[in-house]
């Protein structure tokens, strides 16, 4: 089994990346947090690797930060969760937000993942609330600070713009951390997390 993967990118997009070692290039499926943070075509990468094995292929999961594979292989324990339902859940939301959603049974904060329905939240909360204890997961600042009346709309409207929802958060939060106020100002909010999104 191939647990980890280091050589030449010679190819990523969202949801894919191609490594190049020892000659042979390896097809490896990855989240968007984990093409954010890839370095450029041409250079050297290193993914955690999870391989899945069945009776027509062998696929490869890879990711920078060994706990979002971690998160991954949880995941897939859940019945209805397979691998690429487990990648779009870890593109919809970051690993610290996924668990303490599923930690603080938040399925409103599951369901706004595209693709996890009412039903699918409640069986992740069911079967991992308990299995989740080995994440450190920093005091819920973060998720605090995104609260206020213009908070989900200017999220909601950089989501529609194309911009990933994980990307939206993080330019909300730091826009929030340079300016609290603007969690009221729907404008000014917008606009300091377009400053920012990458």
């Given at each position: 089994?191939?647990?980890?993967?280091?050589?030449?990118?010679?190819?990523?997009?969202?949801?894919?990346?191609?490594?190049?070692?020892?000659?042979?290039?390896?097809?490896?499926?990855?989240?968007?947090?984990?093409?954010?943070?890839?370095?450029?075509?041409?250079?050297?990468?290193?993914?955690?690797?999870?391989?899945?094995?069945?009776?027509?292929?062998?696929?490869?999961?890879?990711?920078?930060?060994?706990?979002?594979?971690?998160?991954?292989?949880?995941?897939?324990?859940?019945?209805?969760?397979?691998?690429?339902?487990?990648?779009?859940?870890?593109?919809?939301?970051?690993?610290?937000?996924?668990?303490?959603?599923?930690?603080?049974?938040?399925?409103?904060?599951?369901?706004?993942?595209?693709?996890?329905?009412?039903?699918?939240?409640?069986?992740?909360?069911?079967?991992?609330?308990?299995?989740?204890?080995?994440?450190?997961?920093?005091?819920?600042?973060?998720?605090?600070?995104?609260?206020?009346?213009?908070?989900d709309d200017v999220l909601s409207a950089l989501v529609n713009l194309g911009y990933q929802r994980v990307a939206a958060e993080k330019?909300?939060?730091?826009?929030?951390?340079?300016?609290?106020?603007?969690?009221?100002?729907?404008?000014?909010?917008?606009?300091?997390?377009?400053?920012?999104?990458?």
């Amino acid at each position: 089994m191939i647990a980890h993967l280091r050589g030449k990118l010679i190819e990523k997009q969202p949801g894919q990346a191609i490594v190049e070692a020892a000659g042979v290039g390896y097809d490896v499926t990855i989240s968007v947090p984990t093409f954010t943070t890839l370095p450029s075509v041409g250079q050297e990468a290193s993914l955690h690797i999870h391989t899945q094995v069945s009776e027509d292929q062998i696929a490869l999961y890879g990711f920078l930060d060994r706990a979002e594979k971690r998160l991954f292989e949880r995941l897939i324990t859940v019945s209805g969760v397979g691998p690429k339902q487990a990648i779009k859940i870890l593109s919809g939301l970051a690993v610290e937000r996924t668990v303490q959603a599923i930690r603080g049974q938040d399925h409103a904060q599951l369901t706004r993942i595209p693709g996890v329905g009412k039903k699918l939240a409640e069986r992740l909360v069911v079967e991992l609330k308990d299995k989740l204890d080995d994440f450190a997961v920093a005091p819920a600042v973060a998720a605090a600070g995104l609260k206020g009346a213009a908070v989900d709309d200017v999220l909601s409207a950089l989501v529609n713009l194309g911009y990933q929802r994980v990307a939206a958060e993080k330019a909300v939060e730091l826009a929030l951390s340079k300016e609290k106020e603007l969690a009221a100002n729907f404008d000014g909010l917008f606009r300091g997390a377009l400053k920012v999104i990458r």
